[in-house]
């Protein structure tokens, strides 16, 4: 019988897991890794920490990221031009990673807010909107209100 491993997500070292085993993934995919390809050379574990700060801050208030996502973002798109296919792929790993590690309401929470930034990013970027994108929030969305019925 197989026992599940997965556990809740509840402070910064499982935000460092997640945030690392997700990277190791984004660096090989064979659509996301044009994006992360300068951090191949010694930026890597700058940016490990950055993004950790950036979920500490947004899963646990920490207040530790003060960056500007977008503008990051922005730089990334003038490099190689976004599609909603790679946001969409990023959700994809990102959500599978979560999965594969986390269970719980924090764990859909940093789901939510991933698709949630992908949607704002998409829209910021490229001034348009993605169906497919706000689908990924949606269906995350309604996830979150199951489990919410669940603990009632």
């Given at each position: 019988m197989h026992?599940?491993?997965?556990?809740q997500l509840v402070n910064r070292?499982?935000?460092?897991?997640?945030v690392r085993i997700f990277y190791t993934r984004a660096l090989s995919d064979e659509i996301l890794f044009k994006y992360f390809l300068e951090l191949?050379?010694?930026?890597?574990?700058?940016h490990l920490t950055k993004i950790a700060d950036y979920w500490d801050t947004k899963l646990f208030h920490t207040a530790r990221y003060?960056?500007?996502s977008l503008q990051v973002h922005l730089r990334l798109n003038a490099l190689h031009e976004l599609q909603d296919t790679d946001f969409q792929r990023w959700i994809e790993?990102?959500?599978a990673t979560v999965d594969e590690l986390f269970v719980g309401r924090t764990a859909t929470k940093a789901k939510f807010i991933g698709a949630q930034m992908c949607c704002i990013f998409?829209?910021?970027v490229t001034g348009?909107?993605?169906p497919e994108l706000e689908g990924a929030l949606l269906t995350i969305a309604a996830e979150e209100?199951?489990?919410q019925e669940e603990r009632k």
């Open positions: 026992t599940d491993s997965r556990r070292a499982d935000i460092e897991q997640l191949r050379f010694g930026e890597l574990e700058d003060q960056e500007n790993l990102w959500q998409y829209a910021r348009t909107h993605s209100l199951t489990e």
